[in-house]
């Protein structure tokens, strides 16, 4: 059995969406006029190199896979994604060239990409076995709790697509239109997922300063980091 790493809050702030507008990408091209596309040739690495804030002068940080269970979102040691040169795996729609993996582990059933900063339109070349998801987007939040501050993911909006995530019309997922940091893929049955041309309109919100520890598991997944002292920051400041 695979070790589980508790992430999250709760379910609260998976099920209740912002007030928000969004347009769902769910297409074989992704934006129709990119300002920028990560293809994971920007920074040279070896085959199999987990992959943790390389390209975060681009954008991108981190993905996990893990698991959704009773509202709580876990994430699977062994599951982050890593690099995968060109020439190991065949192209789709959305991958070609170098790329990244998460790689096939029991009860895997979500991935998670973390960006490093607020974003109002991203698109990704995605692909796995499974013939339909649910993409949602997060925000995190400061939420205050007596003297205590911490970070919590709440959901902006969501989507399912329900055509095969290798097809020719569904090569691209993600969004428009609204304000996220985090994008998670779940309902996935535990098979490989990857991950390429991450692309990224032309408003890029500058990064939110989240505690460093809210990026240990590298996953865009809900977790519980984000703890500290209000008076600390006080101080700090």
Known sequence: ???KILLTVAAFFLTV???ASAAFIDNGFGLDSPASTITFDEVALTQGTPIFGQYADFGFFSAFGGTLEGGFLFGFLGAEAVFSEASVESESVGINGNHISIPSIDGVDAVGLNFTGTQSSVA???DSLQTGATVSAFLFEEILLGDISLFAPVLVESFTTTVGLQSI????LGF???LFDTII???LTGSSS?????QFGDQQISPVPV???AWLFGSGLMLLFGLRRRAGLTKAA
């Open 1 to 3: 059995m695979n070790k």
């Open 17 to 19: 969406p912002l007030s």
């Open 124 to 126: 990704f070349g995605f």
């Open 169 to 172: 019309d569904s090569g691209f």
């Open 176 to 178: 428009r239109d609204i």
């Open 185 to 187: 893929i779940s309902g």
């Open 194 to 198: 990857r991950i390429d041309n991450i």
């Open 211 to 213: 505690p460093a520890a």
